[in-house]
Each structure stands twice: as structure tokens, then as C-alpha cells.
T-cell receptor
Framework: GENVEQHPSTLSVQEGDSAVIKCTYS??????FPWYKQELGKRPQLIID?????GEKKDQRIAVTLNKTAKHFSLHITETQPEDSAVYFC??????????FGAGTRLTVKP | GAVVSQHPSRVICKSGTSVKIECRSL??????MFWYRQFPKKSLMLMAT?????????EQGVEKDKFLINHASLTLSTLTVTSAHPEDSSFYIC?????????????FGSGTRLTVV
């Protein structure tokens, strides 16, 4: 099955700074790479995703980059705000169309 | 957009009893649903993949006789925790994909917080 590693496990930044979270996966057949944001006690919310035929995708302050050769993809958040504080998960989709979640990154944005 | 309704949102049960959790896709057909559990401050762990009209596929280490999954229709999947014990207390959450919209991601239910006392 897919092995997913996510780094760092915690990340603390000052408001306005950038944050980068990296996800490494093992299944070379993975073809869909989403990032989810989860606030305490709530369901994960999809914030951005990318497919294997694209190297980068941007949506306002959020971007995702994909390196299929190296089997990793990263979440980039610019101009961070306190409301960006949450746990972020990557969940690359494998051959069986199931999503395996990374261990999560707790992002804290200090005002 | 695609919506998945999950009930109950919270349940407290006594040890030894069974609890059923339902997930319904409200405006799309979900031939496949995924069941996850999440312990406090931990990630979502895939428990099983639920396929309409056939047996669920369980992940290694997940007891299929304890976590019964039924996916009898294209819009409903249920997870029954049988003979619950305190160590089964967790956040259970389902997800499904709207196969009509391949460009869209997966939709999650709102989750069920199970407490076994």
C-alpha cells in the first residue's frame, strides 16, 4: 500500500510569513494529490489539489507543487493569517482510489 | 456541490453494546465510500473501503467482524461497531467521491464522535 510521510509535524510562523509543508509518497501510480485543512472536531476540508499532469497550481494565497519523479508534493501558504492555524493533511490517492492521509502538520500562525 | 450526511454526530454507549453510524450521499451516487477513524491529535486512518453491492475491503489490522460495513444502496453506507469497548472510542468519519465529477475531490461526512463508557 501507499506509504505517506508528511513534514514537518508542527510549524509555527509569524503572521504574514510563508509556510511550506511537504508530503512524500511511495506509490508511483498515484495520480491525485490533495491537501486538506482540519479544524478541531471538524471534518477535513479540501483546500487545494493537483493532478499528475500538472506541476503547480495556485489559488490566491495557497499553492501546491508536484514532483512526480521524486514522488513528493508540497503545500505553500503565503501571507499567513491567524485563521490559517489548523492541522493540514496530504492524502495522495493510490491505485484503488483510496486516500491515505499523512500524519498531519499542526500550523500555528502567531499574530 | 456533493454532500455527505453522517449520523449521529455524537454517541455515548455502554461497553458491550453496538453502535451504528450512517453515511448518506445526498445529491449523488457513491458506489464507493471510505471509512476512517481518528484518535485525538492523530491522523485519519483508513479502516475500510465500502463498495455498493459487495463486501467491504478492510485494511490490515481492522477486525471485519467487529466493524461491520454495509453498503446496500448507492447512497447509503453504514458502519456498525459491535461489542464496543472503551478503546473503540474515537472519531469516525466517512468520505465518498462523486463519480460524475471526476475533477472534484472527495467529500467527507461531518464525523461521529463515539464514546464508550
Amino acid at each position: 500500500g501507499e506509504n505517506v510521510e508528511q513534514h514537518p509535524s508542527t510549524l509555527s510562523v509569524q503572521e504574514g510569513d510563508s509556510a511550506v509543508i511537504k508530503c512524500t509518497y511511495s506509490d508511483s501510480a498515484s495520480n491525485y494529490f490533495p491537501w486538506y485543512k482540519q479544524e478541531l472536531g471538524k471534518r477535513p476540508q479540501l483546500i487545494i489539489d493537483i493532478r499528475s499532469n500538472v506541476g503547480e497550481k495556485k489559488d490566491q494565497r495557497i499553492a501546491v507543487t508536484l514532483n512526480k519523479t521524486a514522488k513528493h508534493f508540497s503545500l505553500h501558504i503565503t501571507e499567513t493569517q491567524p485563521e490559517d492555524s489548523a492541522v493540514y493533511f496530504c492524502a495522495p490517492r493510490g491505485n484503488n482510489n483510496d486516500m491515505r492521509f499523512g500524519a498531519g502538520t499542526r500550523l500555528t500562525v502567531k499574530p | 456541490g456533493a454532500v455527505v450526511s453522517q449520523h449521529p454526530s455524537r454517541v455515548i454507549c455502554k461497553s458491550g453494546t453496538s453502535v451504528k453510524i450512517e453515511c448518506r450521499s445526498l445529491d449523488f451516487q457513491a458506489t464507493t465510500m471510505f471509512w476512517y477513524r481518528q484518535f485525538p491529535k492523530k491522523s485519519l486512518m483508513l479502516m475500510a473501503t465500502s463498495n455498493e453491492g459487495s463486501k467491504a475491503t478492510y485494511e490490515q489490522g481492522v477486525e471485519k467482524d467487529k466493524f461491520l460495513i454495509n453498503h446496500a444502496s448507492l447512497t447509503l453506507s453504514t458502519l456498525t461497531v459491535t461489542s464496543a469497548h472503551p478503546e473503540d472510542s474515537s472519531f469516525y468519519i466517512c468520505s465518498a467521491r462523486d463519480w460524475r465529477a471526476a475533477a472534484k475531490g472527495y467529500t467527507f461526512g461531518s464525523g461521529t464522535r463515539l464514546t464508550v463508557v
